[in-house]
C-alpha cells in the first residue's frame, strides 16, 4: 500500500497562474482532507470532503476550490494563485470513525512569486 | 470551535534527558486527542492517541494522558535520543465530521 500520495512534491508559480494539486489513497478511507502549513501556525484545514460526494469549507477556504474525483481522489485547485499562498499543503485520508485518526501525504511545497 | 495551546519551542535537550511538551485545549462534546510528529521534510505521522478521558496513549517510550479536568494531554518520555529531534504537533478531534485542529508545533533539537 502506498498509504497518501500527493503530485507535485514542488511547484513555483507566478502570481496569477492556476494550478491543481492532487492527492490520492488506497486505503478505501470514506474521508479526505486539504490542510496548508504555515510557520508557527501549525496546520490548518482548507477543506475537507466526509465521504464521496460531499465537500466542505475548513478554517482557509478563501481562493481555494477543491473535488472530490472518486472514492480513492481528492484535488485542491487555485484559480489565480498570490503570494499569500505559499505554503506547504499536505493531505489527509481517514476512515471517520468515531476516533478519526488521520493519515497525511508528504506533503507539496508551493511558492508562488 | 475548538482551540488548542502547546508549549512553545523550540526545546533542545541533551540526549538521555526528561521530556514534556505541555498541550491543552478547548473543543466541545467528547473529543479524541492526538500527537503527531513531523520529521524533517515528511509529513505528520501519528505518534500517539487517547479517545476517553483518564486513557494513556503511548508510543516509541512517548506517554501522555487525557485529563479532562485539566483539559490537558502533555507529551512525556523519559530519556530522548538524537533520533527523536523532530516537530511534535497536538490535536484534537471532534464535531460531526471530525476534524482536528492543532496546535502550532514543537521543534524538539536532542544534541548528542
Known amino acids: 500500500n502506498a498509504g497518501v500520495t500527493q503530485t507535485p512534491k514542488f511547484q513555483v508559480l507566478k502570481t496569477g497562474q492556476s494550478m491543481t494539486l492532487q492527492c490520492a489513497q488506497d486505503m478505501n478511507h470514506n474521508s479526505m482532507y486539504w490542510y496548508r502549513q504555515d510557520p508557527g501556525m501549525g496546520l490548518r484545514l482548507i477543506y475537507y470532503?466526509?465521504?464521496?460526494?460531499?465537500?466542505d469549507k475548513g478554517e482557509v477556504p478563501n481562493g481555494y476550490n477543491v473535488s472530490r474525483l472518486n472514492k480513492r481522489e481528492f484535488s485542491l485547485r487555485l484559480e489565480s494563485a498570490a503570494p499569500s499562498q505559499t505554503s506547504v499543503y499536505f493531505c489527509?485520508?481517514?476512515?471517520?470513525?468515531?476516533?478519526?485518526?488521520?493519515?497525511f501525504g508528504p506533503g507539496t511545497r508551493l511558492t508562488v512569486l | 470551535g475548538d482551540s488548542v495551546t502547546q508549549m512553545e519551542g523550540p526545546v533542545t535537550l541533551s540526549e538521555e534527558a526528561f521530556l514534556t511538551i505541555n498541550c491543552t485545549y478547548t473543543?466541545?462534546?467528547?473529543?479524541?486527542l492526538f500527537w503527531y510528529v513531523q520529521y524533517p521534510g515528511e509529513g505528520l505521522q501519528l505518534l500517539l492517541k487517547?479517545?476517553?478521558?483518564?486513557d494513556k496513549g503511548s508510543n516509541k517510550g512517548f506517554e501522555a494522558t487525557y485529563r479532562k479536568e485539566t483539559t490537558s494531554f502533555h507529551l512525556e518520555k523519559g530519556s530522548v535520543q538524537v533520533s527523536d529531534s523532530a516537530v511534535y504537533f497536538c490535536a484534537v478531534s471532534s464535531g460531526s465530521a471530525r476534524q482536528l485542529t492543532f496546535g502550532s508545533g514543537t521543534q524538539l533539537t536532542v544534541l548528542p
Open positions: 487517547a479517545t476517553k478521558a483518564d
Open positions: 473543543a466541545t462534546g467528547y473529543p479524541s
Open positions: 489527509a485520508s481517514s476512515l471517520l470513525d468515531s476516533y478519526n485518526e488521520q493519515f
Open positions: 470532503s466526509a465521504s464521496e460526494g460531499t465537500t
